[in-house]
Nanobody
Framework: QVQLVESGGGLVQPGGSLRLSCAAS????????MAWYRQAPGKERVLVAT???????TTADSVKGRFTISRDNAKNTVDLQMNGLKPEDTAVYYC???????????????WGQGTQVTVSS
């Protein structure tokens, strides 16, 4: 079985920083990217940042310039460095890993259980 385990969440004051980490274990066939999503109460889960196997990254406009995603491909880990945190960043953050189903080549997403990030004074 595949497991994604997030860590690093917590309570931080506005303007503070947190570093989230995600470790993937088990076999993920043809994994191409890892990502961070977040979901605030009563809202949809949205993409925060992605990183491909080649190291290309994307970040959502809402966090651009403040959040940085990084990945260690050999270890199948991904981190999210969050600086300049704002109250609107409060959400449950989910780690995502995308692979393929070997039998039909369709995307296969794996998710962690999430880690709570609360930005409040």
């Amino acid at each position: 079985q595949v497991q994604l385990v997030e860590s690093g969440g917590g309570l931080v004051q506005p303007g503070g920083s947190l570093r989230l980490s995600c470790a993937a274990s088990g076999r993920i066939y043809s994994m191409s990217s890892m990502a961070w999503y977040r979901q605030a109460p009563g809202k949809e889960r949205v993409l925060v940042a992605t990183v491909t196997n080649s190291g290309s990254t994307t970040t959502a406009d809402s966090v651009k310039g403040r959040f940085t995603i990084s990945r260690d491909n050999a270890k199948n880990t991904v981190d999210l460095q969050m600086n300049g945190l704002k109250p609107e960043d409060t959400a449950v953050y989910y780690c995502n890993a995308r692979g393929r189903r070997w039998y039909n080549d369709y995307p296969q997403d794996y998710w962690g259980q999430g880690t709570q990030v609360t930005v409040s004074s």
